[in-house]
């Protein structure tokens, strides 16, 4: 079955545009999770979701910082203002259930800002 | 919250070598301690994880210990092969991953 999709694969934007980043999970995974990776670095989360709910935002780094997952299926990750330092790759991952499950992970999305 | 560190950051062993990776976290009440394995521009892999119930848990060449009392955990890769060579993450539930360990098996 299909697993994890996110798009863009890349994404380059301006100093100050706005982007939007989407992940399509897998079908029936109630909860999804948004992760900033840094060249060289570990996954930092960014942003929980149970179905539409989301019940975590505390490392999202600012308040340029937007997700949403309005129908418990979709999501999206927004960057308003976009500035260098946000230039990662940012990934999401979905599991079956909520606490403590294994997480299945998109390939990510490159972020370059110029 | 939750602080994870994980050792070494660079590994080099020789093909058939064994390969160890520990990690240590500071939240006790953590009870879910998976490893992943990423390849250079590829997706994080769940390789296996460890429930704070059990001490131990294999699975083919790869094992993971959990000490509890004294917040560590350890990933050993027995045997190793060149496939094994990527980035290894260790974390303590589902939000908080180690900086991850660069192994090279040389062959």
């Known amino acids: 079955g299909a697993g994890v999709s996110q798009s863009p694969r890349y994404k380059v934007a301006k100093r100050g545009q706005d982007v939007a980043l989407r992940c399509d999970p897998i079908?029936?995974?109630?909860?999804l999770f948004w992760y900033q990776q840094a060249l060289g670095q570990g996954p930092e989360f960014l942003t929980y979701?149970?179905?539409?709910?989301?019940?975590?935002k505390s490392g999202l780094p600012s308040d340029r910082f937007f997700a949403e997952r309005p129908e418990g299926s979709v999501s999206t990750l927004k960057i308003q203002r976009t500035q260098q330092e946000d230039s990662a790759v940012y990934l999401c991952a979905s599991s079956f259930q909520a606490d403590n499950q294994p997480q299945h992970f998109g390939d990510g999305t490159r972020l370059s800002i110029l | 919250g939750e602080n994870v560190e994980q050792h070494p950051s660079t590994l080099s062993v020789q093909e058939g070598d064994s390969a160890v990776i520990k990690c240590t976290y500071s939240d006790s009440a953590s009870n879910y301690f998976p490893w992943y394995k990423q390849e250079l521009g590829k997706r994080p892999q769940l390789i296996i994880d460890i429930r704070s119930n059990v001490g131990e848990k294999k699975d083919q060449r790869i094992a993971v210990t959990l000490n509890k009392t004294a917040k560590h955990f350890s990933l050993h890769i027995t045997e190793t092969q060149p496939e094994d060579s990527a980035v290894y993450f260790c974390?303590?539930?589902?939000?908080?991953f180690g900086s991850g360990t660069k192994l090279n098996v040389k062959p």
């Open positions: 974390a303590a539930s589902e939000f908080y």
């Open positions: 979701f149970q179905n539409e709910a989301q019940l975590d």
């Open positions: 079908s029936g995974h109630v909860s």
